[in-house]
């Protein structure tokens, strides 16, 4: 399984960018998906998730702020991010889960500045 993460760019804070991450390869059924994220400096976090029936969760940091959602058609997940921060400038990662191996994207860049 490859996935494939873009949408990242530099926005000014109070911006919104839409991420997308999309999976191919030896796809049977794709279960839980995530997005995670790692500032310059800090550990890789956690920020949001989607269960195969479309269930979701979010850390604290961006609750009230992004929505994750995915469309099981298109083996896609994405991440709306409103209100951006300069706190939320880090490299985005995508990862999917099949068959109890988790799988990761590789990354995309968001930078909030003005």
């Known amino acids: 399984v490859q996935l494939q993460a873009s949408g990242g760019g530099l926005v000014q804070p109070g911006g919104s960018l839409r991420l997308s991450c999309a999976a191919s390869?030896?796809?049977?059924?794709?279960?839980?998906m995530d997005w995670f994220r790692q500032a310059p400096g800090r550990q890789r976090e956690w920020v949001a998730f989607?269960?195969?029936?479309?269930?979701?969760t979010y850390a604290d940091s961006v609750k009230g702020r992004s929505t994750i959602s995915r469309d099981n058609a298109k083996l896609t997940v994405y991440l709306q991010m409103n209100n951006l921060k300069p706190d939320d400038t880090a490299v985005y990662y995508c990862?999917?889960?099949?068959?109890?191996?988790?799988?990761w994207g590789q990354g995309t860049l968001v930078t909030v500045s003005s």
């Open positions: 989607v269960s195969s029936g479309g269930v979701t």
């Open positions: 990862r999917a889960r099949q068959g109890g191996v988790y799988y």
């Open positions: 390869g030896r796809i049977v059924s794709i279960d839980t």
